[in-house]
Antibody, heavy 117, light 106 residues
Framework: EVQLVESGGGLVQPGRSLKLSCVAS????????MNWIRQAPGKGLEWVAY????????YYAETVKGRFTISRDNAKNTLYLQMTSLRSEDTALYYC??????????WGQGTLVTVSS | DIQMTQSPSFLSASVGDRVTINCKAS??????LDWYQQKLGEAPKLLIY???SLHTAIPSRFSGSGSGTDFTLTISSLQPEDVATYFC????????FGGGTKLELK
């Protein structure tokens, strides 16, 4: 069974940094591209970033480009999102999602990031 | 950027009803349209990918259709467990979600 477990969320002040993790199990992590997607409270979904299986291809949404960095450690079955220069509009539930038949075939349960002073 | 417009935003229907949710793209996205279901307090779940392919273990009452710019998600006979918000998502050029359709029981 595919399992994705996010962690690292919390309350952070504007301008500060935070690093999210997503631990994968139930499949060969190194074979799949991975994504981060976020959902602001009571709002819709926004794709944030993508990394290919071997980290050769990396894409970002314009809203986070230059501030967020996606990375992965295939030996640890873990996906990361390093977030810097955080803003109030980055407040959201952050999901990791695995590629499969399409871009977001399987999702984790999310970790909440709140940016507030 | 491609914009995705879902309609209606809210939908109330009875058990057994046929339900349709629409999604319109601001430009041609070919067949690259997926549908997700999000129940309250849960992560989204993939229902349909590439317009009309049913994902693993999704009941056959769900179906998708369309092409180009206009797409539809149909639930042939609404069940109580289908209460959720539904999102369309295009991946033809970039990645864009629709605003969502909240489905409730009448």
């Amino acid at each position: 069974e595919v399992q994705l477990v996010e962690s690292g969320g919390g309350l952070v002040q504007p301008g500060r940094s935070l690093k999210l993790s997503c631990v994968a199990s139930g499949f060969t992590f190194s074979n799949y591209g991975m994504n981060w997607i976020r959902q602001a409270p009571g709002k819709g979904l926004e794709w944030v970033a993508y990394i290919s299986s071997g980290s050769s291809y990396i894409y970002y949404a314009e809203t986070v480009k230059g501030r967020f960095t996606i990375s992965r450690d295939n030996a640890k079955n873990t996906l990361y999102l390093q977030m810097t220069s955080l803003r109030s509009e980055d407040t959201a539930l952050y999901y990791c999602a695995r590629r499969g038949v399409t871009w977001f075939a399987y999702w984790g349960q999310g970790t909440l990031v709140t940016v507030s002073s | 950027d491609i914009q995705m417009t879902q309609s209606p935003s809210f939908l109330s229907a009875s058990v057994g009803d046929r339900v349709t949710i629409n999604c319109k793209a601001s430009q041609n996205i070919n067949k690259y349209l997926d549908w997700y279901q999000q129940k309250l307090g849960e992560a989204p779940k993939l229902l349909i990918y590439n317009t009309n392919s049913l994902h693993t273990a999704i009941p056959s009452r769900f179906s998708g259709s369309g092409s180009g710019t206009d797409f539809t998600l149909t639930i042939s006979s609404l069940q109580p467990e289908d209460v959720a918000t539904y999102f369309c998502f295009q991946h033809n050029s970039g990645w864009t979600f629709g605003g969502g359709t909240k489905l409730e029981l009448k």
